[in-house]
Structure formats: C-alpha cells, structure tokens
Nanobody, 121 residues
Framework: QVRLAESGGDLVQSGGSLRLSCSAS????????MAWYRQAPGKQRELVAR???????DYADSVKGRFTISRDRNRNIVALQMNSLEPDDTATYYC???????????????WGQGTQVTVSS
C-alpha cells in the first residue's frame, strides 16, 4: 500500500511559476514510474509529465519546455517545476505512482488527492 500526498498548488498569475511536490509513504516492491496528471473541470484527466525508474522523462506537448519533472535519489518524492504558466494550465494536479506491490503481483497505481493550480490572466 502506497499513499501519496501532493502540495504546492496555488493561485498564480500568467507567466509565473509553481513547484508541486508529492511525498509517498507505505511499502512497495518495485517502482516503475512516477507521474503528474491534471484534470480541469469538465475535461478528462491527462498526463502532464512522467519519469520512469531509469530517469527517462516524457511530457505532454503542451508543457514541453515549461515543466520539468524530477525525483529525489530515494524515489520517495517527485516534483513538478512549472514555469511560464498559462491559464490553460489551470487544473487539479494529481501525483501518480505506477508500482509493483510485491514480486507476485501485477503493477498498479497509487494516486494522491490532488492539488489545485489556478493561473489567472
């Protein structure tokens, strides 16, 4: 059982920056990837950024060059540095871990409760 908790969401003006952090607790066998998703009201959840266990990253086209995902060396914290924020970035941001609970189970996902990011014009 892995539990995630996000922090760092806030109201910010267009062009500003925020740094989101996600802290994990619990036990797991193997971490496969860490990611940030976001969901705006009335819209589907979308992948924002992902980093796998080897440090390989992927970003949504809309945030490339502006957002950076990172992890600490113990892989219990994942952060999302968001620069040059735009009103379209307004959403609830969710931390995600894709992990294997133990050696005999299939990979599964853990989700945080979400943190609100609001970007004003």
């Amino acid at each position: 059982q892995v539990r995630l908790a996000e922090s760092g969401g806030d109201l910010v003006q267009s062009g500003g920056s925020l740094r989101l952090s996600c802290s994990a607790s619990g036990r797991f066998f193997k971490l496969r990837a860490m990611a940030w998703y976001r969901q705006a009201p009335g819209k589907q959840r979308e992948l924002v950024a992902r980093i796998d266990r080897d440090g390989i990253t992927d970003y949504a086209d809309s945030v490339k060059g502006r957002f950076t995902i990172s992890r600490d060396r113990n892989r219990n914290i994942v952060a999302l540095q968001m620069n040059s924020l735009e009103p379209d970035d307004t959403a609830t941001y969710y931390c995600n871990w894709n992990y294997q609970p133990n050696s005999e189970t299939s990979p599964t996902d853990a989700w945080g409760q979400g943190t609100q990011v609001t970007v004003s014009s």
